[in-house]
């Protein structure tokens, strides 16, 4: 199956600055799921992205899939405690690929 | 509907020892993956089932097998435990096999090995 980098592993931020997380891939992607783990928890389903130079919002979550559909980011906007969590994305090919995850902090 | 289901949640065992995980799958959902998380490796895929087929596997050992029955609900198993087993051991299910589906995560069993 096809590797997915995601980058930073970690980011620690004050509460109110903006969070991005990057997947990138050196194949053409068909689409891009992404996926959140809050600590202690189980990953959870956020979007998924088919389109090339998609773009979705949920409140303060940016998603994007890039042009060339290898690479996607995750932008969140002015962070909040309940934001906390590791950040996966996941592609499939022939099986699932996470990427190793960006933990988010948020210092209050 | 309720949620993935996996028992049990915690799991103590020794080195050579076997281990069974259970997972009933959201009703109507076909297919049953299995992971291991850990936290140097992350999240890896270990095999997929649908239809009570593996469909995809993982680079895991022969040690690690699991099954599907006819109701989707499946199982996975781990003989010769070792100490690197110690996991979180996540299943997930979705309504069919193939990439667009979303994967629904169980709380996982947690596995310690000693």
């Known amino acids: 199956g096809q590797q997915v980098m995601q980058i930073p592993q970690y980011q620690h931020v004050q509460e109110g600055e903006d969070f991005t997380t990057y997947c990138n891939s050196s194949t053409t992607l068909s689409n891009i799921q992404w996926y959140k783990q809050r600590p202690g928890g189980h990953p959870v389903f956020l979007i998924q992205l088919v389109k090339s130079g998609e773009v979705k919002k949920q409140k303060r979550l940016t998603f994007q899939f890039g042009e060339a559909k290898k690479n996607s980011s995750l932008h969140i906007t002015a962070t909040q405690t309940t934001d906390v969590g590791t950040y996966f994305c996941a592609v499939n090919n022939n099986d699932m690929r996470f990427g190793a995850g960006t933990r988010l902090t948020v210092k209050p | 509907k309720a949620g993935v289901t996996q028992t049990p949640r915690y799991l103590i065992k020794t080195r050579g020892q076997q281990v069974t995980l259970s997972c009933s799958p959201i009703?109507?959902?076909?297919?049953v993956s299995w992971y291991q998380q850990t936290p140097g490796q992350g999240l890896q895929f270990l095999f997929e089932?649908?239809?009570?087929?593996?469909?995809n596997k993982g680079n895991f050992p022969g040690r690690f097998s699991g099954r599907q029955f006819s109701n989707s609900r499946s199982e996975m198993n781990v003989s010769t435990l070792e100490l690197g087993d110690s996991a979180l051991y996540l299943c997930a299910s979705s309504l069919t096999n193939g990439g667009w589906n979303i994967q629904y995560f169980g709380a996982g069993t947690r596995l310690s090995v000693l």
């Open positions: 009703s109507g959902h076909r297919s």
């Open positions: 089932y649908f239809s009570e087929t593996q469909r």
